[in-house]
């Protein structure tokens, strides 16, 4: 089954977006965009999963992982994602 994601392209001029390193937004892109993500915005996805298909190191996922959740924009939990403003970034 093919799934479409979108991305606004006012992305490119969020405040906090702006603030990211080229990593971090490889892998808020791909919060956004991966195979797993459904209606909700949460799904269960490993830190070896975002790994393998981003080709980052665990502890560059885990530091930006922690930097979402401390200003609220994601939080990993157990194995799982859950984006608040998941919806926002949908069409």
Same mark, same amino acid.
């Given at each position: 089954?093919?799934?479409r994601r979108?991305?606004?392209t006012? +992305?490119w001029?969020?405040?906090?977006?702006?603030t !990211? #390193?080229p990593? $971090?937004?490889?892998?808020?892109?791909y919060?956004?965009?991966?195979?797993?993500?459904?209606?909700?915005?949460?799904?269960e996805?490993s +830190?070896?999963r975002?790994?393998?298909?981003?080709? !980052? #190191?665990?502890? $560059?996922?885990?530091?930006?992982?922690?930097?979402?959740?401390?200003?609220?924009k994601?939080?990993y939990?157990?194995?799982?994602i859950?984006?608040?403003?998941?919806?926002?970034?949908?069409?």
């Open positions: 089954m093919d799934i979108s991305i606004n006012k +992305i001029s969020d405040d906090w977006f702006e !990211l #390193k990593n $971090e937004k490889l892998i808020w892109f919060l956004l965009t991966n195979p797993q993500t459904n209606m909700l915005g949460i799904y996805v +830190i070896k975002i790994s393998f298909e981003t080709g !980052l #190191k665990d502890a $560059e996922i885990s530091n930006a992982l922690k930097d979402f959740e401390r200003v609220k994601a939080f939990w157990f194995g799982w859950v984006l608040p403003n998941w919806m926002k970034n949908q069409s």
